[in-house]
């Protein structure tokens, strides 16, 4: 333990940034360090300490470029054009590369949805930066907030669904949509996924099958407490 506590949890590493070719360091907290405590429905994962998720987002200190690992390599000219005119005009040095704070990985993960905004970035990776947004108020006990950016989030899943259709890990898409229906009081369109999840005889994702299972048997009993009227086939009791 004594030896830990002279380790910085934290580690850099080199990225080049994918608008102005400039190479930068930005840190990453090591695996010895990642102390998990809770995992929520929704996967959102609370740390002891040091919250790797600070530390997704790259930022560029030359141009402003915030970007993570999910985003696609290659920029088109219009793409270049658009990040230079909206983020790089506006941009002072600035550098992003040691220890994060809340505030500071907030700041970084607004930078990457602009960016992802402006190149029509992928729409399931614009899901993932507003789910983590929402996540960071949910640390800090931000309802009001937490949920704004849990319904951008559905709503972005949403869109992934409807054009990726039937393709790989759809079940979890699919859980993850139920559930964040039901965090948002939307209970009969929750349902609707759950039991999709659980009734799709194609759908081989066990963890998947169970979890909605829970979640399901949760949904009808954040109705019954709310005093809503049950849909018919939840009026049995659950199986
Ligand atoms: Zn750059």
Redesign the pocket.
């Given at each position: 333990m004594i030896k830990e506590l002279n380790i910085d949890p934290l580690y850099q590493i080199t990225v080049r940034?994918?608008?102005?070719?400039?190479t930068?360091e930005t840190s990453r907290v090591r695996p010895s360090f990642k102390k998990g405590i809770q995992t929520d429905s929704d996967f959102c994962v609370h740390y002891k300490d040091n919250n790797p998720d600070f530390y997704v987002v790259r930022v560029?200190?030359?141009?402003?470029?915030s970007f993570s690992e999910n985003f696609s390599e290659k920029l088109t000219d219009s793409q270049r054009e658009a990040i230079a005119s909206k983020i790089?005009v506006n941009w002072t040095t600035r550098d992003f590369g040691g220890k994060r704070d809340w505030d500071t990985a907030l700041h970084t993960y607004k930078l990457a949805l602009l960016c992802a905004q402006i190149k029509s970035e992928k729409e399931r990776v614009i899901a993932g930066l507003l789910h983590h947004i929402a996540w960071l108020h949910r640390y800090q006990g931000n309802k009001e907030e937490e949920l704004r950016f849990l319904q951008y989030a559905l709503d972005a899943y949403i869109s992934v669904y409807e054009t990726e259709g039937t393709e790989i890990n759809n079940a979890r898409l699919m859980y993850l949509m139920g559930e964040i229906h039901r965090r948002l009081g939307q209970y009969v369109d929750a349902v609707k996924w759950f039991s999709r999840v659980i009734n799709d005889k194609r759908i081989m994702d066990s963890a998947m099958i169970a979890k909605s299972r829970e979640q399901w048997v949760v949904t009808r009993e954040d109705m019954v407490a709310a005093r809503l009227e049950l849909p018919e086939e939840m009026q049995e009791q659950a199986k």
């Open positions: 940034c994918q608008h102005c070719m400039h930068f560029c200190p030359n141009c402003g470029y790089t």
